[in-house]
């Protein structure tokens, strides 16, 4: 008996335990057609007392890219000049795609202005010949037409729901890609701004120019942790958070402790804010992300405290369910005690003695009636106890 009530009683206590653990859940405008445009030389800097101070928003510095995005390798342009193609979509195409893949060409000639790598830029018009996105042969003739050192081609082919661009640099004296200057993604959006922003990222981080945007998550509990592509940001307690990270588009999730959302994928442009992100907390424990434009000028509604299930429910049902097979055991031993002693008062009756293994069947049949009735009374406690806890509190 005392193994049985052990039994029960750990069979309970465990499963309120884990009942405690268990938690439900810019587009750019079309760019003006420029000329054949050389980088002038840097203008000497002002005298010390003339400079400025830096503004506190630049202080922080931007997280990195993510190091398992494709990059390209422009250390062999040092000192060249580069002329940047304008990039082409490789699977049809229409005035709005003219006018990003524009935008796109135009942010790696302004990214190319600023690098310490290039000589100088030159932004190659529309009028220029066209050539396969892979023809190096072609790109190098463009190239020495301008009298540039180096082209820089991009392209954009449509891919599921996505797009797959690349970006390449040929080398014009030996109509070449040059080593370590090529890389290809698919990225997984159909939004231009998502495309630009990665642009701008490939741009920044190989013409080694620092560049910067903020990202913006708005979340309204302080033990919620921020990540930007599966690393932990550094929050400062204020609504909305914003994180300094390069240009690209970039993963966001937020936690709170064991709990994790799903990753919401957001663009960040270079010098700008990204879309709020809004996170929220539910009573079941769920983390939701919404970007601000799938709100349609809304917001949500504030973060709430997990509603945790109380331990007296599932404690009662295990209780009570330990009664019923109490119950149900000494109601068995009680039937086989009557059983038991019956037998022994039929062969009674019919030799006028009782026989030795009637004698045993007597005896088995008391132990029988004890245990049986131990039983009932427990069982009916343990049922009793456990719709209490159950449907009382």
């Not at 699977?91 to 795609?97: K, S």
């Not at 495309?195 to 033990?223: F, H, T």
Request: proline share 7%; with cysteine; hydrophobic share 40%.
């Amino acid at each position: 008996m005392r193994a049985l009530f052990a039994l029960i009683f750990t069979i309970s206590f465990a499963v309120s335990a884990q009942s405690k653990k268990q938690k439900p859940d810019d587009s750019i405008p079309l760019p003006t057609t420029e000329p054949t445009v050389v980088k002038p030389a840097p203008a000497p800097p002002p005298p010390a007392a003339a400079q400025k101070p830096p503004q506190k928003t630049e202080e922080a510095l931007p997280l990195p890219a993510s190091g398992d995005q494709p990059s390209l390798d422009l250390s062999l342009l040092k000192d060249t000049s580069l002329c940047i193609f304008p990039f082409v979509k490789e699977t049809g195409g229409n005035v709005a795609d003219k006018q990003y893949l524009d935008a796109i060409q135009k942010t790696f000639f302004d990214v190319a202005k600023e690098s310490p790598l290039l000589k100088d830029a030159v932004l190659l018009g529309d009028a220029t010949t066209r050539c396969d996105v892979r023809d190096a042969a072609c790109f190098s003739n463009v190239g020495r037409m301008a009298r540039c050192q180096n082209v820089l081609v991009g392209s954009s082919a449509a891919k599921g729901n996505g797009y797959v661009l690349s970006v390449r640099v040929f080398e014009v004296g030996k109509n070449r890609i040059l080593p370590g200057a090529e890389v290809e993604q698919v990225l997984e959006t159909d939004r231009q701004a998502d495309v630009q922003a990665w642009a701008e990222g490939q741009a920044c981080r190989a013409l080694q120019v620092k560049c910067a945007g903020r990202l913006s998550v708005d979340v309204d509990r302080k033990d919620m942790s921020v990540y930007v592509d599966n690393r932990l940001a550094p929050r400062t307690g204020k609504t909305p958070e914003v994180i300094a990270v390069e240009p690209g588009v970039h993963g966001v999730r937020v936690a709170v402790g064991q709990r994790t959302s799903l990753e919401k994928k957001v663009a960040v442009r270079r010098g700008g804010f990204s879309e709020m992100v809004f996170a929220r907390q539910t009573e079941k424990g769920g983390l939701p992300l919404w970007l601000a434009s799938e709100l349609h000028g809304t917001r949500p509604a504030p973060s709430v405290d997990v509603k945790e299930g109380k331990w007296t429910k599932p404690v009662g049902y295990t209780l009570a369910g330990a009664g019923l097979i109490a119950l149900g055991i000494g109601i068995y031993q009680g039937q086989h005690s009557k059983s038991l002693i019956s037998g022994a008062e039929s062969n009674y009756r019919a030799n006028g003695v009782y026989l030795p293994a009637d004698i045993s069947n007597l005896n088995s049949a008391s132990t029988s009636a004890t245990i049986g009735n131990v039983l009932l009374v427990s069982g009916a406690v343990l049922l009793a106890t456990g719709g209490v806890l159950a449907f009382a509190f």
